[in-house]
């Protein structure tokens, strides 16, 4: 699936293009860098 793989956030390389990849609850997910409009950074809620 991807030449380099970085679970921290970070962009990755791949055969057809770039990607943004994330961890979610130990699933890693990918998404085409040029279909990302925003990125947002979340604090952690307090309860």
Not at 8 to 37: H, M, P, W
């Amino acid at each position: 699936m991807f030449d380099e793989r970085d679970s921290g956030g970070r962009t990755s390389t791949a055969d057809s293009g770039q990607f943004l990849t994330f961890t979610l609850q130990n699933e890693e997910y990918g998404i085409e860098i040029l279909k990302v409009q925003e990125i947002s950074l979340l604090s952690r809620i307090r309860g």
